[in-house]
């Protein structure tokens, strides 16, 4: 199994997902004409894609959803909430509809609820024969009937949006300041931190933080707060990346 982020942040998300028999894309936000770009870096066309699977129906996860499934007929998967909120495909026809775990070839896909201001919201758990990936973001809290199904996973794909003393002294209003700090909000770095020493174990390979405020968090203090917890958690694991607005990640295997 191949992994990619393509895009992440406030202005557009994307992560590339490829077995031996499916590529998958999990949201489409920026604009068609990226995600076309990004894909042809890692040598993929976008009319190879076979799925793109939507997690809530925000349009920085879903801006360019429309325009990419016009012109390349890919399959859409999404909730019955999802589909009624998304006006763009209501007359789409490559649509599966899913509830709960989702099978495509050889990908078995687990679905959890997340905690966020959308009409339906999603994370994911993907695995592939004995490997897999946790797709945790756009979430106030974890609950905590999820930690045994997240727990010791290869990759974290992990938002680490907000750090919380920049948020609440920085230019957002304060409705938008308690939206992003509540519970159908995001997870700061703290939050994110601490999760994460709950549930990485022997098998984590990598952690990659996603979705990054441009205005009230840095790289720096995303990485130095996970650090730090882990440290206080007495947690020794070092390989962490940051996830970019428009660059893609490394390949992760």
């Not at 990004?38 to 429309?66: C, M, N, Q, W």
């Not at 999760?195 to 130095?224: C, F, Q, R, W």
Request: glycine share 4%.
């Amino acid at each position: 199994m191949k992994v990619y982020v393509l895009a992440s942040g406030s202005e557009g998300n994307a992560t590339y997902i490829e077995t031996p028999e499916v590529k998958l894309l999990i949201d489409l936000g920026k604009n068609a004409k990226y995600i076309k770009t990004k894909l042809e870096e890692i040598g993929v066309l976008p009319e190879d894609i076979d799925y793109i699977l939507i997690s809530h129906t925000h349009k920085d996860h879903t801006s360019a959803l429309k325009t990419f499934v016009n012109r390349y007929k890919t399959c859409v998967l999404l909730s019955q909430e999802m589909f009624y909120d998304l006006e763009s495909i209501k007359d789409y026809d490559n649509i599966i509809i899913y509830d709960d775990d989702i099978y495509l070839k050889d990908l078995k896909i687990e679905t959890i609820k997340s905690s966020h201001d959308a009409p339906d919201a999603r994370n994911f758990i993907i695995n592939y024969q004995n490997h897999s990936v946790v797709y945790v973001t756009d979430t106030g809290y974890i609950n905590r009937k999820y930690f045994n199904k997240l727990k010791d996973k290869e990759i974290y794909l992990f938002e680490s949006n907000h750090d919380i003393e920049m948020l609440l002294n920085g230019p957002y209003p304060k409705w938008l300041k308690d939206r992003v700090v509540g519970s159908v909000g995001h997870l700061s770095n703290k939050d994110s931190s601490f999760y994460l020493t709950k549930l990485i174990g022997p098998n984590t390979k990598k952690i990659i933080l996603m979705h990054l405020s441009h205005v009230n968090n840095t790289e720096d203090m995303a990485l130095s707060t996970l650090k730090e917890t882990f440290q206080e958690y007495e947690i020794n694991f070092n390989d962490v990346k940051c996830a970019k607005q428009s660059e893609i990640t490394e390949v992760m295997k």
